[in-house]
């Protein structure tokens, strides 16, 4: 079952734009449609909007809905802190 989008932070958002304006190659945490936490390192391309909901592209493809975002570089999304990170290398 599709859970409903929950828009993101402004500040974070803003942040997601300057990633996205910059295109690094970086790495990106998330949670799939199948609550599987993933992590990949791709170049960011674009913020779109589409029936609802926001997602973030990247130049592998893949679009990451932005209320799914776990971190993006060393900043946690909204809801995240750096203690939930203690553990990753």
Do not use: W
Not at 33 to 45: G, H, K, L, N, S
């Amino acid at each position: 079952m599709e859970q409903a989008y929950k828009p993101v932070e402004n500040g974070f958002r803003e942040y997601l734009q300057e990633v996205v304006t910059n295109r690094p190659f970086i790495r990106v945490q998330y949670i799939t449609d199948i609550r599987e936490f993933a992590t990949t390192t791709a170049v960011p391309t674009e913020l779109i909007e589409t029936d609802g909901a926001a997602y973030l592209l990247l130049a592998t493809g893949e679009e990451i809905r932005l209320d799914r975002l776990v971190r993006i570089g060393d900043t946690p999304a909204p809801g995240y802190s750096a203690d939930y990170f203690k553990c990753d290398l």
